[in-house]
């Protein structure tokens, strides 16, 4: 039950967090409001809720004394994919705050950039709330008043971090992947498991039919082998009109 719960809490960060960046993408660029910048400080808020109950989940499993070798292995893996997201999560808030700084709303001071993207980001940040429809509720100075909290959260992160390090010694190079690089983008994820929503990072190719499948490819085949005898055909043609006319 506990790796479960684990799992299911790990995967929730996981996707605030891929949320939480897929915004900070947006900053800067014509595609940048008050709204956007009023997701970014809600999503990066309940990322941080959520790795404070990862932590603290994880940190008296992994200083349970009784649990078995496997068990603790399993926690081992999960804490260190939880301090990759930490980690990930850290680099994103620093970039919102540089970008913030660059590209203030209230007094711009440069033109914003044409990126190319275009709509608003409502949807995803409305999945990371686990909300239908979001409510905007900032005031107009949301883009100066928040950069000074953005610093003081991006203090309090780093200083978890560390915090992580202390209590619990992981060496990642010593926990074992327990599946191939990339085979998470190759399976069916399940949608719903998690309360934050799901986003869907890749969409499965539609897969062929065997029979339509091995038709091509014995289509393919015959007209390799026609092409080959047409070839040869014509250079024995040419071979032997050169050879009379010498």
């Known amino acids: 039950m506990g790796k479960e719960e684990c799992k299911t809490m790990l995967d929730a960060l996981n996707k605030v967090t891929a949320c939480y960046r897929h915004l900070v993408i947006a900053l800067g660029s014509t595609s940048d409001s008050q709204n956007l910048r009023e997701e970014l400080k809600r999503t990066r808020k309940k990322a941080q809720e959520l790795a404070v109950a990862n ?6 499993l992994l200083k349970d004394k009784s649990i078995s070798k496997e068990d603790r292995a399993e926690y081992e893996r999960l804490w260190v994919l939880f301090s990759s997201s930490m980690e990930l999560l850290e680099v994103d808030m620093k970039r919102s705050l540089e970008i913030g700084q660059d590209f203030p709303l209230k007094v711009p001071t440069r033109h914003l950039i044409q990126t190319g993207m275009t709509g608003s980001t409502t949807t995803v940040a409305a999945r990371a709330m686990s909300v239908q429809n979001m409510k905007y509720e900032a005031d107009s100075n949301i883009d ?10 991006i203090s309090q992160v780093t200083q978890m971090m560390e915090e992580m390090e202390m209590k619990v010694q992981v060496a990642p190079w010593a ?3 327990k599946q191939e690089a990339g085979a998470e983008l190759k399976s069916n994820m399940s949608v719903g498991n998690s309360s934050v ?10 897969k062929e039919e065997e029979g339509g499948g091995n038709r091509d490819a014995s289509f ?3 007209c390799a082998v026609f092409v080959f005898f047409v070839i040869v055909t014509v250079a024995v ?4 009109l050169v050879i009379n006319m010498s």
């Not at 932590?55 to 008296?60: C, Q």
């Not at 100066?144 to 959260?153: C, G, K, N, P, V």
């Open 55 to 60: 932590r603290t989940k994880l940190t008296s």
């Open 144 to 153: 100066t008043a928040d950069l000074r909290d953005l610093q003081s959260e």
């Open 175 to 177: 926990v074992e992947a």
């Open 197 to 206: 929503g799901v986003i869907s990072i890749c969409e499965e190719e539609p």
């Open 220 to 222: 393919a085949s015959i």
């Open 237 to 240: 043609v040419l071979g032997y």
